[in-house]
């Protein structure tokens, strides 16, 4: 069936680094993908959005990449901190109308001081 | 960004009672309202959409006369675990988006943690 998922479960960087979030999505009907962070026992936290008519988007810290193509989004994080420790996942709205949100399997980010 | 609260944070219930959550929207009106579910290490799941005045629309496999919707004005909108068990203690999550609009932002409230014993 249809669906948003990631490839990696869980990634440890050291602080400093960059991280790479991935997300697989197989619904070409998708024209607007969301990432969120999830802290431990807390709701998700809107970090960035993209539309499907762009391939790059810019926030501070963060980038989101979407590759149509391969059906492809990443998340990526630039000089990743100790706070951005948090469950990532990406979400989707996959048309049909209205803004309805389907989720990624999501990805633990652990960093390593 | 907008606040959407939830309430209560954590509720322990007895097996066979009725549990009600409430998410409001504080500083906004949400046309549409949504509750999802959360299992431990895994995705959000959404349960129902909640629309204003009208009746919530249930994904596929979710008994509505179990989760009990109510979206009674643009502010509040409740979620009812009726006859809990054990297998619905869970992490409920609710959001609510300022339209319908396929790319409105959608705000999120820091869950609800329901354990049923």
């Known amino acids: 069936g249809e669906s948003v998922g990631l490839h990696l479960p869980t990634l440890s960087v050291q602080e400093g680094d960059n991280s790479i979030i991935n997300c697989a999505y197989s619904?070409?009907?998708?024209?607007?993908f969301i990432w969120y962070k999830q802290e431990s026992g807390k709701g998700p936290q809107f970090i960035i959005d993209i539309r499907s008519n762009m391939d790059k988007r810019q926030g501070q810290r963060v980038t989101v990449l979407l590759n149509k193509t391969v059906k492809h989004l990443s998340l990526q994080i630039a000089a990743t901190q100790p706070g951005d420790s948090a469950v990532y996942f990406c979400?989707?709205?996959?048309?049909?109308?209205?803004?309805?949100?389907?989720f990624g399997t999501g990805t633990q980010l652990k960093v390593e001081l | 960004g907008a606040v959407v609260s939830q309430h209560p944070s954590r509720v322990i219930c007895k097996s066979g009672t009725s549990v009600k959550i409430e998410c409001r929207s504080l500083?906004?009106?949400?046309?549409?309202m949504f509750w999802y579910r959360q299992f431990p290490k895994q995705s959000l799941m959404l349960m129902a959409t909640s629309n204003e005045g009208s009746k919530a629309t249930y994904e596929q496999g979710v008994e509505k006369d179990k989760f009990l919707i109510n979206h009674a004005s643009l502010t509040l909108s409740t979620l009812t675990v009726t006859s809990a068990h054990p297998e619905d203690s869970s992490f409920y999550i609710c959001s609510a988006s300022t339209g319908t609009g396929r790319s409105t932002e959608a705000f999120f409230g820091q869950g609800t943690r329901l354990t049923v014993v």
């Open positions: 500083d906004f009106q949400a046309t549409t």
């Open positions: 619904n070409s009907a998708s024209d607007y």
């Open positions: 979400a989707e709205n996959r048309g049909g109308g209205g803004n309805k949100l389907t």
